[in-house]
Nanobody, 122 residues
Framework: QVELVESGGGLVQAGGSLRLSCAAS??????MGWFRQAPAAERELVAAITGTGSTTYYADFVKGRFTISRDNAKNTVFLQMNSLKPEDTAVYYC?????????????????WGQGSQVTVSS
């Protein structure tokens, strides 16, 4: 059974930075992504990365501020978040799929982490 464990969330002031980590165990994973869900909002894709790490995708609202990366030797994916804004406040979820390509929809991911709260104060 694949398990995804996230870490690195917390409270930060606007303009600050946080780094989320997602450690995977229990199987080989390929494409991975980070989603987020704010209160009363839909869960949305933030960034995604292929199995090799050669290709990435970013939602327009985080381009130039967030960076997704992975360390396959450690089966871990990261989300570096810089220049954080209050509107980035949400629960961030790591997701994984058993295909090499990037997935853009929630239903393309088979495995999900428990979520990590990120709160950005103004």
């Amino acid at each position: 059974q694949v398990e995804l464990v996230e870490s690195g969330g917390g409270l930060v002031q606007a303009g600050g930075s946080l780094r989320l980590s997602c450690a995977a165990s229990g199987g080989t994973l390929y494409g991975m992504g980070w989603f987020r869900q704010a209160p009363a909002a839909e869960r949305e894709l933030v960034a995604a990365i292929t199995g090799t790490g050669s290709t990435t995708y970013y939602a327009d609202f985080v381009k130039g501020r967030f960076t997704i990366s992975r360390d396959n030797a450690k089966n871990t994916v990261f989300l570096q978040m810089n220049s954080l804004k209050p509107e980035d406040t949400a629960v961030y979820y790591c997701a994984a799929r058993r295909r090499w390509q990037i997935g853009l929809r929630r239903d393309e991911y088979e495995y999900w982490g428990q979520g990590s709260q990120v709160t950005v104060s103004s």
